[in-house]
């Protein structure tokens, strides 16, 4: 089952703070987020395994919650190389092939 | 490092045709090599996962005798549109994993099919 991504899309000045959630039917292995710029290939941002784990790293953290089920993207103070669609990717158990399903997205637009 | 190459970066072929796209990592050894496919505005679906020496598992849906893959070695899986038709034309992308604790996939800059 894909994992829902809200909001669908968000358009920001620079300088404004930004919110992406992840969410799924049912609990995780890990939670990886994406950036993809249009026509690029994504590009890994950072990783959650731990249940209640916080990362991040200059103005970009995450979270991933105590079940597991839900994780959030926090971007702040954005600035316009933000821009793009932001994609979580969930892992299972773990145990076997350690493929993701990518959620549905959030385009992020930074304006000048 | 983590860098993965795809090779042509862009196809147009007639339908009917079939077009062979390959997937490298350059600087280290991939355990295992994912093969997505995406559509405008729209999410990466995986399309199947390919382990080195062994045969590519495909998620459900997905035509094995349409897509063809080999993942000769560790640092290379390619994969082959047979027969390739108008719906067939899309972005394709793989990404390429070492097995670790993180499992963290590295993506190539993706291969844009289209089927005339």
């Known amino acids: 089952q894909q994992p829902v991504q809200s909001p669908q899309a968000v358009i920001l000045r620079e300088g404004e703070d930004a919110v992406i959630n992840c969410s799924s039917s049912k609990a995780l292995y890990s939670v990886h987020w994406y950036r993809q710029k249009h026509g690029e290939a994504p590009v890994f941002l950072m990783i959650?395994?731990?249940?209640?784990e916080q990362k991040g790293h200059e103005k970009i953290s995450a979270s991933f919650n105590e079940k597991k089920q839900q994780s959030s993207l926090y971007l702040t103070a954005s600035q316009l190389s933000y821009s793009g669609t932001y994609f979580c990717g969930t892992g299972g158990s773990g145990g076997a092939t350690n493929k993701l399903i990518f959620g549905t997205g959030t385009l992020l637009a930074v304006q000048p | 490092g983590a860098v993965v190459s795809q090779h042509p970066s862009r196809v147009i072929c007639k339908s009917g045709t079939s077009v062979k796209i390959e997937c490298r990592s350059l600087d280290f050894q991939a355990t295992t090599m994912f093969w997505y496919r995406q559509f405008p505005k729209k999410s990466l679906m995986l399309m199947a996962t390919?382990?080195?020496?062994?045969?590519?598992?495909?998620e459900q849906g997905v035509e094995k005798d349409k897509f063809l893959i080999n993942h000769a070695s560790l640092t290379l899986s390619t994969l082959t549109v047979t027969s390739a038709h108008p719906e067939d034309s899309s972005f394709y992308i793989c990404?390429?994993?070492?097995?670790?604790?993180?499992?963290?996939?590295?993506f190539g800059p993706g291969t844009r099919l289209t089927v005339l």
């Open positions: 390919s382990n080195e020496g062994s045969k590519a598992t495909y």
């Open positions: 990404s390429a994993s070492l097995r670790g604790v993180t499992d963290t996939q590295y």
């Open positions: 959650l395994l731990k249940g209640g």
